[in-house]
């Protein structure tokens, strides 16, 4: 089983729709977790971290569920610059002495592909 | 340009030539991380280094593979007798710790190096 589980997708969404990705891990020692974006080509990019009690960035709502490992992203009034892979990124800890160090495990990616 | 550069961006080789990647990561960063993603999956992390120390291997890392980051500053990754399979996008990426004023789970990366094995 992999360590962080995503439906790859594609979303195709009309223009201002609202979508939804959902994502499992399966280490519950896992300590934080993030969404990252990644448009076609390019480098992966920090959208927004994960909080338990949800959390909201302008169009963007992550949830998570820690009894049931589950991570969720919500992107509300999409954008046509929108389209990209969206990855669920894990965090567990390396080893490196000062125990703050991350190791970030990423899943497979949700493709969304947004329409006129 | 100040963030992480990696050379080359692309690389052609045949089966069981050896190639070598180099990685610059943002100069006050003190983590530098390799991964590598090919088509349709997410990166998958390889190795990382606090400064010069390499602190964690993935099982990924056969004994074809080797990184070094000798100064604490930029970083090599080679491959060694190159297979099919190795071919992939190869990232680098760095980042500091909260303590000196990072983001928690921000990594930066570079563009990449991608590797085709004939």
């Known amino acids: 089983r992999k360590e962080v589980e995503q439906d790859p997708g594609p979303f195709n969404v009309p223009e201002g729709a609202t979508v939804a990705f959902n994502c499992t891990y399966s280490n519950s020692a896992s300590q934080s977790f993030f969404w990252y974006r990644q448009d076609c080509r390019k480098e992966p990019k920090l959208l927004m971290s994960?909080?338990?009690s949800g959390n909201e960035d302008g169009r963007f709502t992550a949830q998570l569920n820690r009894a049931s490992q589950y991570i969720s992203l919500l992107i509300r009034d999409s954008k046509l610059s929108d389209s990209a892979t969206y990855l669920c990124v894990v965090n567990s800890p390396l080893r490196d002495g000062a125990g703050t160090a991350s190791k970030l495990t990423f899943g497979t990616g949700t493709r969304l592909q947004v329409t006129l | 340009d100040t963030g992480v550069s990696q050379d080359p961006r692309h690389k052609i080789t045949k089966r069981g030539q050896n190639v070598t990647f180099r990685c610059d990561p943002i100069?006050?960063?003190?983590?530098l991380y390799w991964y590598r993603q090919t088509l349709g999956q997410g990166p998958e992390f390889l190795t990382y280094?606090?400064?010069?120390?390499?602190?964690?291997k993935s099982r990924l890392l056969s004994d074809r593979f080797s990184a070094e980051r000798p100064k604490g500053s930029f970083s090599t990754l080679e491959i060694q007798r190159t297979e099919q399979g190795d071919s992939a996008m190869y990232l680098c990426?760095?980042?500091?710790?909260?303590?000196?004023?990072?983001?928690?789970?921000?990594?930066?990366f570079g563009e990449g190096s991608r590797l085709t094995v004939l």
């Open positions: 280094f606090q400064n010069e120390a390499q602190l964690e």
């Open positions: 100069s006050e960063h003190n983590r």
């Open positions: 994960v909080y338990s």
């Open positions: 990426a760095s980042s500091i710790n909260r303590l000196a004023g990072g983001r928690s789970g921000e990594l930066f």
